[in-house]
Every structure is written in structure tokens, then in C-alpha cells.
């Protein structure tokens, strides 16, 4: 993965058009003994035991009010600025460790627009937190920060409806003039189980040769099964499976009266050959096309650990599929990514393209808010193409940078453009943006104008929300500040370290163990007790 995107007054155009020259490589095939049967190992202890009654909405984490105002204003223009000292951790070549660029003399007011696509996607951290506890660090080209983040559930105001409510709030990072800056947003809760619109569901689910250890299908098919238990009878479900060919197992079928022939289906699985994903991407989408229903959620679910090595293996040409579908019928995709050996940039990449998101499972628990707990913000929508667009005032803000969300990045003239591909969110799921932000000396006053774009579901029609914060918001030191913030900081400093990067005033990650069991104990969260584990984990191997 190429390093955090950087920003500054000036030299914003550059850094675009090398954000979208990059691409992340495509996984290399390798041999898959412990792939996608993981996730049955999960389960086995969390989902036949416990079912799906209760569990937690996940870490949470207070947030600040929100002011709400018009939309989104131009900032204000610029005035020449004097050559910066360069941000701590800077190298000659400007990789990876690079806070910003050296300023340069007039800006324009574009340079201080930062606009993005909404992201929910957490598989990142998870498969992070699974290598560290196979004793390896992980490759720092799976690290999305913004996905480390986004794993820990936090407090902000909810909105009625359909859409977003947004806030604002930060703190002072290090001594070097930094400071944070947190952008949170947040959709309602999802409305009880009985008046959410119906679902139909088209499950692809690899059966490659690595399922073929004893008891490995037989947990994902009682997985399955558990799942199928959860959705209401006007909800449909199709099964797609996927070795060395394709084959749609049951093709969309109303769960009410039909639950009989869904168990059925699931129980005849049989693990096969090799790993044709490209077959079975575009059957689960011909299949999912099919079946197709008017005011209905229509989702594909992909559950593998995305290691094509049959048919079509280029990324590309199995995105254009999905493009396809999505454009023509609005199907949307969950990537449920599984296996210590697991194609993280393909899975992304496809979950990105068909409109939708990705988690990654590893343990019980996981599996049981993946398939019970969260199943309805999982195939819910309350946003689509949505997008962040925060507008830094240039007579206060001296350099910015968005930490993570490196391949979500949107031209600034189009974040109004609804052509272009926003984030597709669903309901209680939260957002959260950082930002490393240096003041000019002595500044005051209005600091940036943060907002949110989307389309109704329902009704496509476009909505806006914003939110103002001021200089003085940045004067709390991090460690003094709100617990959310805490949690955000930490969990950015995390990836950032896995990554070899400099975000201003990081502590050692023996610092940042400890900043992250106090949080667990402030509030008994047993996520950021894991993600206290996790840091200490990656100390320890570093050592």
C-alpha cells in the first residue's frame, strides 16, 4: 500500500495524481491449508453456543455536539505563507514518513478542500490483529489506518432517518504545533427487524480445497444456517458456490415457506478444487441480477479469503462485473474476508467497486456480530454514494493531513457530483476521519467546515450536513481529551506504527499499550482490551 496521503497548500494536485496512479498489488496465489475454514473455527465456539440472542453494538466512545449550518462554503482565500520547518520524521525521498511537504508561497483556496468517499470497511484491523496472534507483524501494505479506526463503535449524536448527523472536536498532539482533528459521523439506529425493508440476499461462498479439512464447511454451513434463522419470512436468499467452477445451489428463494429448502441447500455443500473467484463473483452477481426484487435490499455477500488462482485472476476485469450490476440494478456487496493467508487488496478493491464494505472474521465473537448482531446495518442501506468534504480555512491552517482513506480520495469539484462513486452505509454505523492539522502561530477562530453528501436510498434524492470547528477546540492536549478522541488517536497511532510512519507527538508502542488498557478500564470494553493486547503483541515482536 502506498504511505498515508499528504496534504499542503499548494502541492494538492501532485499528491492526487499520485494517489491514483498507485495501485495496491494484487495478492500473490499462495498455498491456502489454512484458508477460508477459519471462519468455521470460529464459530463453532460463538455461534452454536451462543446463537444470536444479545451481544454488543461494539467499543463505544463519547463524541462532541454537533452545529449544524448551511452547506458547505468555498474557504476563504488564501494568503501567502512563509516556508514551514519541515513536519518531524520527514525523509529526502518523501516516503512513508512524511507528515506534509514544505509549504509554498501563495496558495490557492482548492488546496485546503480535503473530500473523500465514505468508508466502513474494518477487515483491515481485523486481519492485523490475527497475524500479530500468529506471532507475525503484518504486511504494511494491508495496514489502512482508517479501518483501525472505524473498528471502535463511537458515541455520536444519532440522526432520525435516513442520512447523517456530523460533529467535530480535537486536541493538541506532541510539542511540534499539531494537533488532531476528529470528524465523526453517524447514522441512526436500524429501525426494529420487522419494519426494515426486505432483503434479498445472494450468498457466494467459496468451497475450494482448503475447506476440505475435517469439520472446516461443516461450521461455515452451520454458520449459514444460524444466519438464515435471523431473517424474516418476505426476506429471499439465493447460495452461489465457488471452486474451480461456479455453481448456483438454490437460486433466489423466499425464506417464508422456503427456510426448509435454504437449510437443505446449505447442508449439501462440498468442499472441491481450486480458487475460481472470478466464476463465482460473476454467477453470485448473474444470480443475484435474477432474483432481483423492487424495494427490496439486494445484496451479494462474499465470503472467502479472496486468493484467486483459477479463471480470471486480474482485479480489474472481475471489477468490471460488479460495476455492472451495481450501475444497472443497485446490488451492493459485503465482503466477509476469512483465512491467515487472505487476499486483503482483492477483497477491498471488490467490496469498493460493488458499493459496499468489508469485515474479516477470526474469532467467535466476530462471527456472531457478523452474522447476527449486526446483520441488519450489514445489509441495510441509509446512504448511497456518500461523501466527506472538509473545507480548512487557509487565514488559520498552515498544513493538514487525512490520515488513511488513501484510495477513497475524490476530486474536490466532485463532491457534489452524484455520478461519482460515493460510500454506501448502512444504519448504526459510524465514521470517523482524523486529521493531523498545524495551526499558523498565534491563529484564532474558525478553523475548518466539515460535511457530509448522500443520496436518499429510497428516493436518490441529495442531502447535506456540516458541522464548524474553532482553534480553540484544538487546546486540550489528546491525552486530556475525550475519551473518543483518545480511542481514535490510539488506534491511528497503531496502524501508523505498523506502517513505519511519523503522525506527530507518537508515543512507543509500550506507551500506547498503556494508553489502551486504561481506556479498557475506564470503561470495561473488552474490544479495546484486545486492542491493548494487539499493540503489546506488536511491541514484542518489533523487540
Request: with cysteine.
Given at each position: 500500500m502506498r504511505p498515508d496521503s499528504e496534504h499542503r497548500a499548494g502541492d494538492r494536485d501532485r499528491t492526487r495524481a499520485s494517489a491514483r496512479a498507485r495501485r495496491r498489488p494484487r495478492a500473490r496465489t499462495r498455498a491456502r491449508t489454512r484458508a477460508v475454514g477459519l471462519l468455521a473455527a470460529a464459530l463453532v465456539g460463538g455461534l452454536l453456543v451462543t446463537g444470536c440472542g444479545g451481544g454488543s453494538e461494539g467499543s463505544s466512545a463519547d463524541g462532541s455536539k454537533a452545529r449544524r449550518t448551511g452547506p458547505l462554503p468555498a474557504p476563504a482565500p488564501a494568503r501567502p505563507s512563509a516556508p514551514a520547518t519541515p513536519a518531524p520524521g520527514t525523509e529526502g525521498d518523501g516516503e512513508?514518513?512524511?507528515i506534509a511537504p514544505?509549504?509554498?508561497p501563495s496558495?490557492?483556496?482548492?488546496?485546503?478542500?480535503?473530500?473523500?468517499?465514505?468508508?466502513v470497511d474494518t477487515a483491515s484491523y481485523?486481519?492485523?490483529?490475527?497475524?500479530?496472534?500468529d506471532g507475525r507483524l503484518p504486511d504494511p501494505k494491508t495496514v489502512r489506518p482508517e479501518e483501525f479506526v472505524n473498528s471502535f463503535r463511537h458515541d455520536y449524536p444519532r440522526p432520525e432517518g435516513n442520512g447523517f448527523s456530523v460533529t467535530a472536536d480535537g486536541a493538541r498532539a506532541g510539542d511540534e504545533g499539531w494537533s488532531f482533528l476528529r470528524v465523526g459521523l453517524a447514522t441512526g439506529p436500524a429501525a426494529p427487524a420487522s419494519?426494515?425493508?426486505?432483503a434479498a440476499l445472494t450468498f457466494v461462498v467459496d468451497v475450494s480445497g482448503s475447506m476440505s479439512e475435517t469439520g472446516?464447511?461443516?461450521?461455515?454451513?452451520?454458520?449459514?444456517?444460524?444466519m438464515t434463522d435471523q431473517l424474516r419470512s418476505d426476506d429471499s436468499l439465493a447460495l452461489v458456490t465457488f471452486s474451480d467452477t461456479a455453481e448456483t445451489v438454490l437460486p433466489m428463494t423466499r425464506v417464508g415457506g422456503g427456510r426448509g429448502r435454504v437449510h437443505d441447500a446449505i447442508d449439501s455443500l462440498e468442499p472441491m478444487s481450486s480458487t475460481n473467484l472470478d466464476a463465482g463473483v460473476r454467477t453470485g452477481y448473474d444470480t443475484a441480477v435474477e432474483?432481483?426484487?423492487?424495494?427490496a435490499t439486494n445484496r451479494v455477500v462474499l465470503l472467502s479469503d479472496a486468493l484467486a488462482n483459477t479463471g480470471e485472476t486480474d482485479a480489474d476485469a472481475i471489477l468490471d462485473r460488479i460495476s455492472d450490476a451495481r450501475r444497472e440494478h443497485g446490488i451492493t456487496l459485503f465482503g466477509v474476508g476469512v483465512g491467515s493467508e487472505y487476499g486483503d487488496a482483492l477483497m477491498e478493491r471488490l467490496a469498493d467497486k460493488g458499493d459496499g464494505h468489508t469485515t474479516y472474521v477470526s474469532t467467535p465473537e466476530e462471527a456472531r456480530k457478523v452474522f447476527c448482531d449486526e446483520l441488519p446495518q450489514n445489509i441495510e442501506l441509509r446512504a448511497r454514494e456518500a461523501k466527506a468534504q472538509v473545507a480548512f480555512d487557509p487565514q488559520t491552517v498552515q498544513r493538514f493531513r487525512l490520515i488513511g482513506y488513501d484510495d477513497r480520495q475524490v476530486a474536490d469539484d466532485d463532491y457534489r457530483n452524484d455520478r461519482v462513486d460515493g460510500g454506501e452505509v448502512g444504519p448504526g454505523h459510524t465514521v470517523t476521519a482524523l486529521y493531523a492539522v498545524r495551526l499558523r502561530p498565534g491563529a484564532s477562530g474558525h478553523v475548518a467546515?466539515?460535511?457530509?453528501?448522500?443520496?436518499?436510498?429510497?428516493?436518490r434524492a441529495p442531502h447535506e450536513e456540516t458541522t464548524q470547528i474553532e482553534a480553540s477546540a484544538l487546546d486540550t492536549d489528546v491525552w486530556r481529551s475525550s475519551r473518543g478522541l483518545q480511542l481514535a488517536a490510539t488506534a491511528a497511532y497503531f496502524a501508523d506504527a505498523l506502517r513505519q510512519g511519523a503522525l506527530p507527538g507518537a508515543p512507543t508502542l509500550s506507551q500506547l499499550a498503556s494508553r489502551a488498557d486504561k481506556l479498557a478500564r475506564s470503561a470495561e470494553d473488552k474490544d479495546v482490551r484486545q486492542l491493548a493486547e494487539a499493540i503489546r503483541r506488536a511491541d514484542e515482536l518489533r523487540n
Amino acid at each position: 500500500m502506498r504511505p498515508d496521503s499528504e496534504h499542503r497548500a499548494g502541492d494538492r494536485d501532485r499528491t492526487r495524481a499520485s494517489a491514483r496512479a498507485r495501485r495496491r498489488p494484487r495478492a500473490r496465489t499462495r498455498a491456502r491449508t489454512r484458508a477460508v475454514g477459519l471462519l468455521a473455527a470460529a464459530l463453532v465456539g460463538g455461534l452454536l453456543v451462543t446463537g444470536c440472542g444479545g451481544g454488543s453494538e461494539g467499543s463505544s466512545a463519547d463524541g462532541s455536539k454537533a452545529r449544524r449550518t448551511g452547506p458547505l462554503p468555498a474557504p476563504a482565500p488564501a494568503r501567502p505563507s512563509a516556508p514551514a520547518t519541515p513536519a518531524p520524521g520527514t525523509e529526502g525521498d518523501g516516503e512513508q514518513r512524511d507528515i506534509a511537504p514544505t509549504d509554498t508561497p501563495s496558495p490557492t483556496p482548492a488546496d485546503y478542500l480535503s473530500t473523500f468517499a465514505l468508508d466502513v470497511d474494518t477487515a483491515s484491523y481485523g486481519y492485523a490483529r490475527r497475524t500479530l496472534a500468529d506471532g507475525r507483524l503484518p504486511d504494511p501494505k494491508t495496514v489502512r489506518p482508517e479501518e483501525f479506526v472505524n473498528s471502535f463503535r463511537h458515541d455520536y449524536p444519532r440522526p432520525e432517518g435516513n442520512g447523517f448527523s456530523v460533529t467535530a472536536d480535537g486536541a493538541r498532539a506532541g510539542d511540534e504545533g499539531w494537533s488532531f482533528l476528529r470528524v465523526g459521523l453517524a447514522t441512526g439506529p436500524a429501525a426494529p427487524a420487522s419494519e426494515r425493508p426486505p432483503a434479498a440476499l445472494t450468498f457466494v461462498v467459496d468451497v475450494s480445497g482448503s475447506m476440505s479439512e475435517t469439520g472446516r464447511l461443516d461450521l461455515v454451513k452451520q454458520s449459514l444456517g444460524v444466519m438464515t434463522d435471523q431473517l424474516r419470512s418476505d426476506d429471499s436468499l439465493a447460495l452461489v458456490t465457488f471452486s474451480d467452477t461456479a455453481e448456483t445451489v438454490l437460486p433466489m428463494t423466499r425464506v417464508g415457506g422456503g427456510r426448509g429448502r435454504v437449510h437443505d441447500a446449505i447442508d449439501s455443500l462440498e468442499p472441491m478444487s481450486s480458487t475460481n473467484l472470478d466464476a463465482g463473483v460473476r454467477t453470485g452477481y448473474d444470480t443475484a441480477v435474477e432474483g432481483a426484487r423492487p424495494g427490496a435490499t439486494n445484496r451479494v455477500v462474499l465470503l472467502s479469503d479472496a486468493l484467486a488462482n483459477t479463471g480470471e485472476t486480474d482485479a480489474d476485469a472481475i471489477l468490471d462485473r460488479i460495476s455492472d450490476a451495481r450501475r444497472e440494478h443497485g446490488i451492493t456487496l459485503f465482503g466477509v474476508g476469512v483465512g491467515s493467508e487472505y487476499g486483503d487488496a482483492l477483497m477491498e478493491r471488490l467490496a469498493d467497486k460493488g458499493d459496499g464494505h468489508t469485515t474479516y472474521v477470526s474469532t467467535p465473537e466476530e462471527a456472531r456480530k457478523v452474522f447476527c448482531d449486526e446483520l441488519p446495518q450489514n445489509i441495510e442501506l441509509r446512504a448511497r454514494e456518500a461523501k466527506a468534504q472538509v473545507a480548512f480555512d487557509p487565514q488559520t491552517v498552515q498544513r493538514f493531513r487525512l490520515i488513511g482513506y488513501d484510495d477513497r480520495q475524490v476530486a474536490d469539484d466532485d463532491y457534489r457530483n452524484d455520478r461519482v462513486d460515493g460510500g454506501e452505509v448502512g444504519p448504526g454505523h459510524t465514521v470517523t476521519a482524523l486529521y493531523a492539522v498545524r495551526l499558523r502561530p498565534g491563529a484564532s477562530g474558525h478553523v475548518a467546515t466539515a460535511g457530509v453528501r448522500w443520496l436518499d436510498p429510497a428516493t436518490r434524492a441529495p442531502h447535506e450536513e456540516t458541522t464548524q470547528i474553532e482553534a480553540s477546540a484544538l487546546d486540550t492536549d489528546v491525552w486530556r481529551s475525550s475519551r473518543g478522541l483518545q480511542l481514535a488517536a490510539t488506534a491511528a497511532y497503531f496502524a501508523d506504527a505498523l506502517r513505519q510512519g511519523a503522525l506527530p507527538g507518537a508515543p512507543t508502542l509500550s506507551q500506547l499499550a498503556s494508553r489502551a488498557d486504561k481506556l479498557a478500564r475506564s470503561a470495561e470494553d473488552k474490544d479495546v482490551r484486545q486492542l491493548a493486547e494487539a499493540i503489546r503483541r506488536a511491541d514484542e515482536l518489533r523487540n
